[in-house]
């Protein structure tokens, strides 16, 4: 039972971190039609930026992460919102185009990140209390899967309020269902392009800081291995809905979780978990091509 | 089958069978001599990406099917026979026999699968069944596949002729035969009446359906063929190179993307250019960054000039926005502009 | 007040992949008047429209409103010149409620909306639903309310009583014929009924040309005319 907590909350833990990046992949596909490879790459700027800023502050580690995730945010909202301008606008009409241009900047950001930090792995800061662990129902959870469970609230309530209640986010919805009719309402849809492009990437980045957080360390790797499963959570969870990423997220990362545990005393192999989510991901398709949420963005 | 429509490759065949017995140099761009076993390795690797990169060109340039996981079939011919070879010492026609079964089945039961669904999803889904390939492979079940390091080939069942250095070049002309092969099958294949309908598939499968005919099968008989084609090349990378988990990664599908755009989507040579020369540039690019005038560059230049996957991602973004139909359709850009030119020379 | 006409559409050539839809359209519509494109069915009608806006790419062509040229501007640009856009099929935001609907036409904060609600009380009542639930007739209430709420001095309206019931057409009309007094208006209608009700111009498309030009009630009067230019008697079709 206490390994069943566990496995639960460091699920919810993994959960939290796909939501990040998979909310902005699914609002950018869903607004925009493109398919984002270039995301990894805010995510490990997002967590290199968080690295590097705690080596230059000095202070407690909590205050360190804080301001190394403020900046991580600021650094992936950049990125992004330069990404869209220069690269992605002016492919508006040529979608397929598009995608290969994010597919040639995630070569290319990878890469560069490889030469400036190298391929080792960096220590992250990690306040203690962060890595102590609280005591639920006789398991024993480290208490940072609470941290990042709670960042991934925040942004959830976050990103549905926006929608709901703000000019952009009445204009977000409406172009994910239609962007031709958005513009010929006389909205020039393009600013929205970037701004969502700009979230998506400070959200993406602040998932980059909690991984840093997660795993202890930052590695080159982070962000394709985030980025594979975000692509599976919004793909299942349809692509421009907010909720239904959460709902994805939480599943996927349970299930690989759960997989992981129970299979490898079975199989004595460890690598069953994320082999599950590919095949959670292969049946949803199979029963619904659209993921569990229609094309609307709620 | 016209034999004229033959000569241009058969020639380029003739000029390559050759290359091993010239001692020709060429300085900036090959490592030694033409027919020095450095050089020879690279010119091998290079065809057997031309040959890789035309079997993904048949799946997303003739039939419009964008897949993320064709690294996986690859992969499936350097680990199947490495791994019946080395780990449950199998002789060589068995582990080949095995190899072709496999690169039915895998692609025929997750084409299937994946074929469920188009456009996006499709992608996904491929992605996701290579990226299971990776996690199979890089947490070693019950020591297979060597994880993180690979293992080595057990090359006692190999043919004398193949192993070696100084057989380098029988591994070259080895290549050779295998990008020859699939250049044929892939142009029998195209030019068959199941091409004519995987273009009109690419092309608009709507209508494909409106004429009576289900897309599924069709694509599915392409997702095979690509694959089984793929895997080939896998057992070449094999003999040429080793195990290395690097060829279950996402970065090698994304690269034959890049090989294949670079040269031509759905263009005759197209691919085979783009995966013949992205492999010498990345190796060249790989040389170039160890020099030493590289190295006593500023960090801002030295930096992206040392990671050859940046220029060449960096390159194929230019492409990409400037020459779209990629390498294969210079020759017809520059006609149209010095057409367009007399044209506007010509009307008052 | 400037003479030039409120619209004028100059060489106009629309290519949809492979078929050359508009040949040359050359027209004009007068400030402050009804002006009714007709033609059969498939001719470009709809086309036309979304090609002055910017949203179907054109070949070759010039459109005007009033004296500026906006040929070049994007569609945003030209539809805050003061154009509301009554698409075919409505287009209106199914996940939207229907006054998020109307806010979203909203420009610079805010809009004409007792003059909506006039027209339309039911979309006052049905604010808060969601408009993917709404009849087709009420989707069509919001469709002409979104061009209402701003002050556009051009109206395009594309087959507004498509699938609507006899007595909903009749409300279609009315309410065309109170924004008429409002703004000038572009309507592409296949009921003649309707046409002959609310419109004072016309422009026959055929074979992706204008092949009549002129005033709608001389072109009605003569059904033989009618029946050439649109294969129908000249009555509500």
């Known amino acids: 039972m206490t390994t069943f907590v566990l496995l639960t909350i460091t699920g919810l833990g993994l959960g939290a971190m796909y939501f990040l990046v998979a909310s902005g992949l699914s609002l950018i596909y869903g607004l925009m039609g493109v398919l984002n490879f270039a995301h990894g790459a805010f995510i490990t700027f997002g967590a290199y930026a968080g690295w590097w800023i705690s080596t230059k502050v000095g202070g407690s580690v909590e205050g360190q992460l804080l301001v190394g995730a403020a900046f991580a945010m600021l650094v992936g909202a950049v990125l992004a919102a330069v990404v869209e301008l220069v690269f992605i606008r002016p492919l508006y009409r040529r979608p397929v185009e598009q995608v290969l241009v994010t597919v040639g900047l995630a070569l290319a950001l990878g890469a560069l990140v490889y030469g400036i930090w190298g391929a080792d792995a960096k220590f992250y800061p990690v306040p203690d209390w962060m890595l102590d662990t609280t005591t639920i129902l006789g398991a024993n959870i480290p208490n940072d899967r609470f941290v990042e469970i709670a960042v991934a609230a925040v942004v959830l309530v976050g990103l549905i309020s926006l929608l709901r209640f703000t000019r952009i986010g009445l204009v977000i919805r409406a172009g994910v269902e239609n962007r031709a009719m958005v513009t010929a309402l006389g909205i020039d849809v393009r600013k929205t392009f970037t701004f969502v492009f700009a979230l998506g990437g400070a959200v993406a980045a602040l998932a980059g800081v909690l991984s840093g957080v997660y795993f202890g360390t930052v590695d080159p790797t982070r962000g394709t291995t985030l980025l594979i499963f975000a692509f599976i959570v919004v793909v299942i969870g349809g692509f421009g809905s907010i909720g239904g990423s959460a709902v994805a997220a939480v599943a996927v990362g349970l299930v690989q979780q759960y997989a992981n545990y129970y299979a490898a005393d079975w199989l004595d192999w460890s690598g069953a978990g994320d082999v599950a989510v590919m095949l959670l991901l292969a049946s949803v398709l199979l029963l619904r091509p659209e993921g569990l949420a229609p094309k609307v963005a709620h | 089958m016209r034999l004229r429509s033959f000569l241009v490759p058969l020639a380029l065949l003739a000029v390559l069978v050759v290359v091993p017995f010239l001692s020709v140099d060429l300085p900036r761009i090959l490592p030694g001599p033409l027919d020095s076993p450095g050089t020879l390795q690279l010119l091998a690797l290079c065809l057997v990406f031309a040959g890789v990169a035309l079997s993904y060109d048949i799946l997303f340039g003739f039939t419009g099917l964008l897949s993320f996981g064709h690294a996986l079939y690859f992969a499936l011919g350097v680990y199947i026979p490495a791994i019946a070879l080395t780990k449950w010492e199998w002789s060589l026609p068995a582990a080949l026999g095995l190899l072709a079964v496999v690169a039915i089945l895998v692609p025929l039961v997750l084409g299937a699968v994946s074929l469920r669904v188009s456009g996006i999803a499709f992608a996904m889904v491929t992605l996701a069944f290579a990226q299971a390939g990776n996690v199979v492979v890089q947490t070693n079940p019950r020591g297979l596949t060597g994880g993180d390091e690979g293992f080595s080939l057990n090359f006692d069942p190999l043919p004398d002729f193949l192993v070696g250095v100084v057989n380098t070049k029988n591994l070259y002309w080895l290549a050779l035969g295998y990008a020859a092969a699939v250049f044929v099958v892939a142009r029998l294949a195209i030019g068959s009446s199941t091409g004519h309908i995987w273009r009109a598939i690419r092309d608009n499968e709507r209508r494909v359906e409106v004429i009576g005919l289900r897309p599924y099968p069709y694509k599915l008989i392409s997702f095979v063929l690509a694959s089984f084609l793929a895997a080939w090349g896998g057992l070449m990378w094999l003999l040429l190179i080793g195990v290395t988990p690097e060829v279950t990664t996402a970065t090698l599908t994304l690269t034959l993307l890049v090989m294949v755009v670079l040269g031509g989507a759905g263009a005759r040579f197209g691919a085979m250019l783009g995966g013949f020369f992205y492999t010498l540039l990345d190796y060249r690019l790989r040389s170039l960054s160890g020099e030493e005038r590289i190295q006593d560059l500023p960090d801002v230049l030295r930096i992206p000039l040392s990671e050859p996957l940046f220029l060449l991602g960096a390159l194929f973004i230019a492409v990409v926005f400037f020459v779209p139909g990629g390498l294969a359709s210079l020759p017809a850009r520059v006609r149209q502009l010095t057409q367009r030119r007399r044209a506007r020379e010509a009307t008052p | ?237």
């Open chain 3, 1 to 237: 007040m400037t003479d030039a006409p409120a619209l004028a559409v100059s060489d106009l050539h629309v290519h949809l992949g492979e078929s050359h839809v508009l040949q040359g359209i050359t027209f004009a519509v007068s400030r402050g008047r009804v002006t009714a494109l007709l033609g059969r069915n498939g001719v470009g009608k709809t086309t036309t429209l979304r090609a002055l806006l910017g949203l179907v790419p054109r070949s070759r062509g010039h459109v005007s409103l009033g004296e500026e040229d906006v040929t070049k501007l994007r569609t945003h640009e030209i539809v805050r010149r003061g154009i509301g856009y009554v698409p075919e099929d409505r287009d209106v935001f199914a996940g939207l409620t229907v006054e998020e609907n109307l806010r979203l036409a909203e420009r610079g904060g805010a809009g004409r909306y007792e003059l909506v609600y006039e027209l339309f009380p039911e979309l006052r009542e049905r604010g808060g639903q969601k408009a993917g639930t709404l009849s087709g007739g009420q989707q069509q209430m919001v469709a002409i309310g979104r061009a209402l709420l701003n002050e556009n001095a051009l109206l395009l309206v594309d087959e507004p009583t498509k699938g609507l019931a006899p007595f909903l057409v009749s409300e279609v009309a009315a309410a065309l014929e109170r924004a008429a007094g409002l703004a000038t208006i572009l309507l592409v209608e296949q009921n003649l009924g309707v046409v002959q009700r609310v419109a004072e111009d016309v422009v026959v498309l055929d074979g992706g040309r204008v092949v009549h030009e002129g005033g709608a009630k001389e072109l009605f009067a003569q059904p033989e005319r009618v029946r050439q230019l649109l294969g129908v008697h000249g009555g509500a079709a």
